[in-house]
């Protein structure tokens, strides 16, 4: 069994920065593919990023790509967000997710298996 747990969230002003993390129970923690969703309020959660397991592939959203960094550190069982240049429309419950599978497609929520409870990011303008 895997419980992600995500911290990191807060409020920031528009242009600022966050990094969120992702502790995340089981073993092996390598063996996990991981990536980042998000929900706003009255939306449907939506991909933000992901992560193989060797870290060697890693996806984006377009709507984030050249502003967040996906990133793991599997020596410490944690996966990274780091998020630049925020805007006000990322402003969401920010999710972590994994799987042991090998996903079809790294975007879509169907492909993960364990969820954490969310991190709220806030950014004002």
């Known amino acids: 069994q895997v419980q992600p747990v995500e911290s990191g969230g807060g409020l920031v002003q528009a242009g600022g920065s966050l990094r969120l993390s992702c502790a995340a129970s089981g073993r092996p923690f390598s063996s996990l593919t991981m990536g980042w969703f998000r929900q706003a309020p009255g939306k449907e959660r939506e991909f933000v990023a992901a992560?193989?397991?060797?870290?060697?592939?890693?996806y984006s959203a377009d709507s984030v790509k050249g502003r967040f960094t996906i990133s793991r550190d599997n020596a410490k069982n944690t996966l990274y967000l780091q998020m630049n240049s925020l805007k006000p429309e990322d402003t969401a419950l920010y999710y972590c997710?994994?799987?042991?599978?090998?996903?079809?497609?790294?975007?879509?929520?169907?492909?993960?298996?364990?969820w954490g409870q969310g991190t709220q990011v806030t950014v004002s303008s």
């Open positions: 997710a994994a799987t042991y599978i090998s996903p079809r497609s790294y975007g879509s929520t169907q492909s993960y298996d364990y």
């Open positions: 992560i193989n397991w060797s870290a060697g592939i890693t």
